[in-house]
């Protein structure tokens, strides 16, 4: 069986092809725009999918598993257009060549994150991203994919993990929801962290099983953002209202202040955890549980070695510096306000 596998060099792409290619039976293809480690690959291209020669490189294939993505590359930029583009010639290159499968990275992201969603999710759930340009642009790739099946008659798979972590290689999702935890929201969401050594494994489950269909990823249960404090060792949060808490991430990104982008507060303060059952039912399991990967993912801030009576006195100084922070850019955006 021949398998194209797109953003090879990711830490995505690079945990699936090192699985795939121990299987002799497999001829595993790779494309990225930077260069990747090439042993066990039955080739390997280099260059953007937007603009190489993607019917000679899918000729043959029987699968192809699209994982690149622009996100994470450059701070303060939207990477859909680039996203959204590559999605489509690829899908449109996959049905020239009769591609049978297309397996798809989306994210758990596209059912939206509000207080009154059900935890957890199922595959059953309305897909309804809110605010996030990479949420929205997620659900664009996912419709842009079932379009395909439904005109070729291919199979469609498509993976919504939850937030990826790993040492070294945490996803764009993980980074940004760790610099908009640290605002101190004053709510106390369920959250999820998948490791990416579990989502490759998810990804070569399906492709081996040769499943159809839509699959969260995740690992079993969640834990609570203040036990995500307490691991991460960082200082006593002084609680803002989300409200204000997403005006300060937009004024941030608006001026190149902090690379959060403009709706993940809604996602660090709203519930969105979802159900691993369905890929449960393929014999997949997670190695990994939610606070392994934390552990694994995050190094603890020094707050974590200082004794309960410093952690007390610097908290209680904190307290006044950090509502001075609060309220001079509360007047910056009020300010904005009147402006406009």
């Keep these: 069986m021949r398998i194209v596998v797109t953003g090879v060099a990711g830490s995505v792409g690079s945990r699936v092809t090192q699985r795939l290619t121990s299987d ?76 049978e499968q297309v397996v798809l990275l989306s994210s758990a992201m596209v059912y939206g994150a509000r207080a009154e969603n059900p935890i957890p999710l199922t595959e ?66 369920p959250l999820q962290f998948l490791h990416l050594d579990d989502l490759a494994s998810a990804v070569e489950v399906l492709v081996r099983k040769r499943a159809s269909g839509v699959y969260n990823v995740a690992p079993d249960g969640w834990v609570r953002a203040e036990e995500v404090r307490s691991l991460s060792g960082r200082a006593p949060r002084l609680p803002i209202p989300s409200a ?32 691993n059952d369905r890929l449960r039912e393929l014999d997949w399991e997670p190695s990994w549980s939610n606070v392994e990967a934390y552990v694994d993912s995050f190094d603890p801030r020094p707050w974590a070695n200082l004794n309960a009576k410093r952690r007390q006195q610097i908290a209680l100084g904190g307290t006044g510096i950090g509502l001075a922070v609060v309220g001079g850019v509360a007047r910056l955006i009020s300010q904005r306000w009147r402006t406009a």
């Design 24 to 99: 002799p039976d497999l001829a595993v293809v790779g494309i990225d725009r930077v260069g990747a480690r090439s042993e066990g690959l039955a080739g390997h291209h280099l260059g953007d999918l937007r603009a190489i020669d993607l019917d000679e490189i899918f000729e043959g294939a029987d699968i192809v598993v699209h994982l690149a993505s622009a996100y994470g590359r450059s701070e303060f930029v939207d990477a859909s257009r680039h996203d959204t583009r590559a999605a489509q010639l690829t899908l449109d290159a996959a049905a020239r060549s009769n591609v």
């Design 124 to 189: 059953h759930a309305t897909v309804q991203p809110l605010g996030l340009a990479f949420a929205e642009n997620k659900a664009t790739i996912e419709r842009l994919g079932q379009d395909w099946a439904t005109t070729t008659g291919g199979k469609l798979t498509v993976l919504r993990p939850s937030t990826a972590v790993a040492s070294g290689g945490s996803s764009w999702v993980a980074k940004s929801m760790q610099l908009a935890a640290g605002l101190g929201s004053d709510s106390d969401p």
């Design 244 to 275: 204000l808490a997403d005006e300060i991430v937009r004024f941030s990104w608006d001026r190149g202040i902090v690379a959060t982008p403009p709706g993940i507060m809604q996602y660090a303060t709203e519930p969105w955890v979802v159900s």
